[in-house]
């Protein structure tokens, strides 16, 4: 069992207000500056791994734009379009639903009440686990899974309401592919994890469970030693990478692009 495949991502610029965002850390403000760097070096690397790239100008309107993942998920199938929770970024969707329309013939869309943040979302190769969160809510959850099947893809739920440490589903597990999960320490057995093996990170590198499988390699954050290692361990190919500005604003590898 392999990762899909992906051979385009789109991604957006980050703007000179990417520090007024959304965010709980108490790491201070990023550098518009290293912001930049850190993009571009994300985007170099998808680009070094053959994937054609588009990237939108920044949208100084939304500041947490930068943030592209939240706005969609795409698969080898179809395109929906999310409705983000946070109401600072209602607009961000249009732009991405615009961009993506160039790829995919029929977009669809979550509508009101229902909520759903891309972090949330993490795919597998046997289908789609739903985070439900502050930014994810029921309606949300059920209207994805409803589209999800009508494309023949199965899904499951877990809610992540009461787990402090996570924004997102997906700052807490990320699929690698051959069936393993790489998992923050600490959170719930949740039955619809139990069908993978689990890579479970040490305490202090737990912000590196948000990492990204692009084909024969695994993106992850620099600085955390340990999760390399297994990574290497396990077979995989790591490239580390960045991302101290990004995490100031609650954000990670995952949240910088849509890969499909």
């Known amino acids: 069992m392999s990762a899909t495949r992906f051979t385009r991502a789109l991604l957006r610029l980050p703007g000179r207000n990417f520090a007024a965002g959304v965010t709980t850390s108490r790491e201070g403000a990023p550098t ?14 998808l680009q070094s791994l053959g994937l054609q790239t588009r990237v939108l100008p ?13 706005t969609s998920i795409a698969t080898a199938h179809g395109v929906i379009i999310t409705r983000p929770g946070a109401a600072s970024r209602a607009g961000e969707p249009d732009a991405i639903a615009a961009a993506l329309a160039v790829d995919y013939p029929k977009v669809a869309h979550i ?24 930014r994810t809510n029921a309606a949300g959850a059920e209207q994805l899974g409803r589209w999800l099947a009508g494309i023949g893809i199965a899904s499951t739920t877990v809610d992540i309401r009461n787990c402090a440490t996570l924004l997102h589903l997906k700052s807490g597990i990320s ?22 093996e689990r890579v479970t990170l040490a305490p202090e590198e737990s912000y590196a469970a948000n990492c990204v ?28 990478l960045p991302m101290s500005e990004f ?12 890969r499909y």
């Open 32 to 45: 518009f500056e290293a912001t930049l760097a850190q993009h571009a070096g994300y985007l170099a690397t």
């Open 175 to 196: 699929y690698l592919g051959d069936g393993r999960l790489a998992v923050a320490p600490g959170l719930p057995d949740w039955p619809a994890l139990q069908a993978y």
């Open 58 to 70: 920044a949208d100084e309107r939304f500041p947490d734009g930068t943030f592209v993942e939240d």
């Open 111 to 134: 509508e009101a009440p229902g909520t759903v943040d891309g972090g949330d979302i993490c795919e597998t190769d046997s289908g789609v686990i739903i985070g439900v969160s502050h």
């Open 213 to 240: 499988r692009i084909n024969d390699h695994v993106l992850v954050a620099e600085g955390y030693p340990r999760f390399v290692d297994a990574l290497v361990r396990l077979g995989y190919q790591p490239l580390p």
């Open 247 to 258: 995490r100031k604003m609650d954000g990670g590898l995952s949240c910088l692009s849509i």
